[in-house]
C-alpha cells in the first residue's frame, strides 16, 4: 500500500489534534513513510511479545514498542522484521534498539528505533501486550493512528487520512 502524506501537512491541518513525538528516533527499515493504526507492547529487553506479534496477520499495522529506551540488547532484528513483512504490517517504531540494519533496510517495511546494537534479547516471555505506553512526550494507546515520514512522528485519536 502507498501511504502519500507529509507530518508538516498533517501538524498544519489538524493543529491541535495530533501528538508529536520528539526528535529521537532513526530509519531503519526500507519503507521511510508509513501510517496506521496502533498496537502496543511494554518489554525491556525481551522482544518475546514483539516475536509473537510479528507472526500474527495485521495488515496497515503499526507495532509501537517500549523497550524503556533500553541501548543494550535489540528488540527487532532481519527475521523478526520479515515476518512482520510477511504478515503486512506496514511498520514498527521502537522506544529501543534493532539489529541486522543492512537487512532492514531492504525491506518493504517501516522501522523507527533510537538506535541499533548487535546484542539480541533474551527470551523469556516477560512483557505486557495492548497497554498504554509513554515515550517520546507521547501517549500511545492502541487504535489510535501513527504516521511517520522523513520529518517526523506524529499520533492522532482518529484516522485523518484515506489511501
Known amino acids: ?35 496506521g493504526p496502533i498496537q502496543t507492547v511494554k518489554c525491556f529487553e525481551d522482544n518475546s511479545l514483539v516475536k509473537d506479534l510479528a507472526n500474527q496477520d495485521n495488515p496497515g499495522g503499526i507495532l509501537v514498542v517500549d523497550g524503556g529506551g533500553s541501548l543494550r540488547r535489540a528488540l527487532l532484528g532481519d527475521l523478526i522484521a520479515q515476518a512482520f513483512v510477511d504478515q503486512k504490517w506496514a511498520g514498527i517504531l521502537i522506544n529501543g534498539c534493532v539489529r541486522d540494519v543492512e537487512i532492514l533496510k531492504t525491506l518493504p517495511f517501516g522501522v523507527k528505533a533510537l538506535n541499533s546494537i548487535p546484542v539480541k534479547t533474551e527470551k523469556r516471555g516477560l512483557g505486557d501486550l495492548n497497554v498504554p505506553v509513554r515515550f517520546a512526550g507521547v501517549d500511545f494507546k492502541p487504535g489510535q493512528w501513527l504516521y511517520s515520514d522523513e520529518t517526523g512522528i506524529v499520533v492522532s485519536d482518529t484516522r485523518l487520512i484515506s489511501e
Open 1 to 35: 500500500m502507498t501511504v502519500t502524506f507529509s507530518t508538516p501537512d498533517l501538524c498544519d491541518e489538524f493543529h491541535g489534534q495530533l501528538q508529536v513525538l520528539e526528535p529521537l528516533f532513526q530509519s531503519f527499515g526500507g519503507q521511510s513513510r508509513f501510517a
